[in-house]
């Protein structure tokens, strides 16, 4: 027995809108123990609407739909499932009533099309919606299959999900054991270095082992249906140590660990504070020490020296090294280091400069060099050459500023 996600929306095939109820609900599946294997996202058209009803029904013993519950005429879903199962649609005085009091509250009338909201097929349970006027529906159409339709805005989704589906699932047997994972996730080594490295865990069966990468990062998770979160990690913990120690520095943490909360919580141990000082990243690297909440314990600011006077004057960076080197060198990424180290007074001073692009490249320096400076507690300052290729704009500066925070990290943890 399996679950299908079915999303309905033409908004979703064309990309106006981004599916965040898929990732949602796939999790949620995840922590009842509920096997899903296929997601679908369809358009609003009642052909196909039901090519993938007939298609999933065959396959899954659940079927999730999100979207097409509202009141205008490309609001399809209930109708088109009603039709498929060949049940005739009746409307629930209940839903009318609490659809009139919804419209009240906010100071005026129920349209007529909103009725087209409280029809349900005759054997159906309303799945309600506390805050929208479009409720779902809970179906047996017929044994081994069980239908909930939901609303497509998410907020009124995931509600409905926690109040009234989640329960009526556990009721039934489901949710007494649980997928539980754990994400390792690490930096300064690529998908296939680290997949060398730990290819003899990808036959485990349980725990199981899978690699992610994302941009700049490589993740593995680490997985186990188990009775109890205490079971599952006991299952786990025995994996992820050993992958730990494998992948040495390279490991940064876990879950929802990123890198600035990582290095904010190497900082604040140690007591010691950072400045940033960016000209490439235009205080990307400082907005990412920021979005950690009490950063301000450790993170005291940063200069944005976009401009080689603003360098000079603020940084002390010096006029012949930019004259003869230009902006984007080794020696104008310490000098920044320095510079915000000793403008602000801090124990440790990171500096970025480089050709971001998409213009400005050459021969010698093309899109894509960054250089990255780091002075630390003794003034000693070291930089690094990093050549992230011609890509976007938006990707060198996030590169570029991922990269600077776990220089500071390593140093952190070696120190």
Request: hydrophobic share 40%.
């Given at each position: ?35 899903h294997y296929y997601q679908t996202v369809v358009g609003d058209n009642p052909t196909r609407l039901k090519e993938v009803i007939n298609i999933a029904s065959q396959r899954a013993s659940i079927l999730l739909f999100t979207g097409g519950l509202g009141p205008t005429p490309d609001d399809l ?39 087209k909201q409280a029809l349900i097929p005759e054997t159906a349970d309303i799945l309600p919606n506390p805050t929208g006027t479009a409720p779902g529906m809970i179906w047996q159409p017929k044994t081994n299959l069980t239908i909930m339709t939901f609303p497509g805005v998410p907020s009124e ?209 093309p899109v894509g060099l960054v250089y990255i400076g780091i002075a630390g507690p003794s003034d000693k300052v070291e930089s690094i050459e990093c050549t992230f290729g011609d890509r976007s704009r938006d990707i060198i500066r996030y590169l570029s500023s991922c990269t600077a925070l776990d ?9």
């Amino acid at each position: 027995m399996s679950a299908e996600i079915i999303c309905v929306g033409t908004e979703l095939l064309l990309g106006d809108i981004v599916n965040t109820n898929v990732q949602f609900l796939a999790k949620e599946l995840a922590i009842l123990g509920i096997p899903h294997y296929y997601q679908t996202v369809v358009g609003d058209n009642p052909t196909r609407l039901k090519e993938v009803i007939n298609i999933a029904s065959q396959r899954a013993s659940i079927l999730l739909f999100t979207g097409g519950l509202g009141p205008t005429p490309d609001d399809l879903t209930t109708e088109t499932i009603a039709q498929h199962f060949n049940t005739p649609l009746i409307e629930k005085p209940e839903i009318v009533e609490d659809i009139q009091a919804k419209f009240q509250l906010r100071g005026s009338l129920m349209s007529d099309n909103n009725r087209k909201q409280a029809l349900i097929p005759e054997t159906a349970d309303i799945l309600p919606n506390p805050t929208g006027t479009a409720p779902g529906m809970i179906w047996q159409p017929k044994t081994n299959l069980t239908i909930m339709t939901f609303p497509g805005v998410p907020s009124e989704m995931r509600r409905m999900w926690i109040e009234t589906a989640v329960p009526h699932l556990k009721s039934q047997g489901w949710g007494k054991e649980i997928i539980f994972s754990r994400m390792l996730r690490f930096r300064g080594i690529g998908e296939s270095a680290l997949a060398t490295k730990v290819n003899h865990l990808f036959d485990l069966t349980n725990p199981t082992v899978a690699p992610y990468a994302s941009m700049g990062e490589v993740r593995l998770r680490i997985s186990t249906k188990t009775t109890s979160e205490t079971e599952a990690n006991a299952i786990i913990e025995p994996v992820a140590q050993e992958i730990i120690k494998i992948a040495g520095d390279d490991y940064f943490g876990q879950d929802d660990d990123t890198l600035p909360k990582t290095v904010g919580e190497l900082l604040r141990k140690r007591g010691e504070s950072v400045g940033v000082a960016e000209s490439c990243t235009g205080g990307g690297l400082g907005a990412m020490l920021t979005d950690i909440a009490g950063s301000s314990e450790y993170f005291w600011g940063g200069v944005i020296a976009y401009d080689n006077r603003v360098k000079m004057s603020l940084l002390e960076v010096s006029g012949e090294v930019l004259e003869e080197r230009g902006a984007v060198c080794d020696i104008v990424a310490q000098q920044m280091a320095l510079g915000i180290k000793k403008r602000l007074g801090v124990d440790w001073g990171i500096g970025i400069t480089g050709i971001a692009g998409p213009g400005g490249g050459t021969d010698l320096k093309p899109v894509g060099l960054v250089y990255i400076g780091i002075a630390g507690p003794s003034d000693k300052v070291e930089s690094i050459e990093c050549t992230f290729g011609d890509r976007s704009r938006d990707i060198i500066r996030y590169l570029s500023s991922c990269t600077a925070l776990d220089k500071l990290r390593r140093k952190l943890i070696l120190v």
